[in-house]
């Protein structure tokens, strides 16, 4: 593998006339840039990143922090993330916090050590005060962290009274909740809209909301815990696709019939929606175009271009499918 020395020696220059070059830096003529240019391509020579990083304190790479990469939700919007960085010049870091705040608080010096340009982070823990001594471009997606900080969400609350207006109008007369995890935004954001259409009616009471923790084995467990203390529900709308998903599979362990007697409600819009049987009801979310709105704000940032604005919450729609 050549090196920048033997591109200086085959250009018959010093190594820093090379590194200006490279670097974009500094005079350097016009006979003696085509002579490195020449010798860069005859070589096939590549620059070190992480040394121009190093150098240059910055580097055309962005950190992506997702809480749960097996949640195809944050899957997909890793790969929108990248089809939009890529597109416009930029590499990304992927990291999977787990929703733990030392493994974020870790993979966010790492990402500042290896001086990223900026970061897109989906977090419920992550401060305004941990976020402004970053100093870096930072843009929140899927939750947000405070006011002021660019950030991209979706209409949380209105998608679940939809959903769970829909599931009344399909006639079903006692309404469960597979709520997300306490204290994450747009779970709460979900379980208050399905609040806002059934806390008055006779037959509620706290027992019909169990918590999934936006993860399809804990949904399993929640769903058979919700059987057994109601086992005359006929609706469940749950705060995500995957939690949905386990509860049908308790459903059928059961012996219950989907849609015939129990109709089911998801919430994302993920590809594996589509593919299981029953295909599953969902609030769908536009997941590509929520990672490409992010990527784009957080490289305009990093570009120090004017933002039309710092608050996106996008619209969603219920699409009906098999399940109820």
Not at 3 to 9: E, F, L, W, Y
Not at 95 to 107: F, H, P, R, T, V
Not at 193 to 202: D, K, M, Q, T
Request: hydrophobic letters at 40%.
């Amino acid at each position: 593998m050549a090196s920048i020395k033997d591109v200086a020696g085959l250009a018959g220059v010093s190594v820093a006339t090379v590194s200006r070059v490279l670097n974009d830096k500094g005079y350097v003529g016009q006979s003696t840039r085509e002579n490195v240019e020449q010798a860069i391509k005859q070589l096939n020579y590549k620059p070190n990143e992480v040394a121009r990083s190093l150098f240059k304190k910055k580097s055309n790479t962005i950190g992506l922090i997702v809480p749960d990469i097996m949640n195809p939700f944050f899957t997909e919007l890793a790969r929108s993330v990248e089809d939009t960085a890529t597109n416009l010049g930029y590499n990304v870091i992927l990291c999977n916090s787990d929703g733990d705040s030392e493994k974020e608080q870790s993979y966010l010096e790492v990402l500042r050590q290896n001086y990223v340009n900026g970061i897109i982070v989906s977090s419920n823990t992550l401060t305004a005060n941990q976020v402004e001594e970053l100093n870096i471009p930072v843009v929140s997606i899927d939750r947000e962290i405070s006011k002021g900080l660019p950030t991209i969400v979706v209409e949380n609350h209105k998608g679940a009274v939809l959903a769970t207006q829909f599931l009344q109008s399909k006639g079903c007369t006692k309404i469960a909740h597979i709520r997300g995890t306490d204290g994450v935004v747009n779970a709460e954001e979900r379980c208050s809209g399905y609040l806002e259409v059934v806390s008055n009616e006779p037959w509620f009471s706290d027992s019909c909301i169990v918590n999934g923790n936006f993860d399809m084995q804990s949904s399993i467990e929640a769903t058979k815990e919700l059987f057994m203390n109601h086992p005359d529900v006929d609706g469940i709308f749950a705060a995500n696709d995957i939690m949905a998903i386990g509860a049908i599979k308790v459903a059928h362990q059961l012996g219950k019939k989907v849609p015939e007697q129990i109709k089911i409600v998801g919430f994302d819009g993920i590809t594996l929606s589509t593919v299981m049987t029953p295909e599953l009801t969902t609030i769908v979310q536009p997941i590509y175009e929520l990672g490409e709105k992010a990527t784009i704000v957080l490289v305009n940032q990093m570009e120090q271009q004017p933002l039309e604005k710092t608050y996106y919450r996008l619209d969603v729609e219920l699409i009906e499918r098999n399940s109820t």
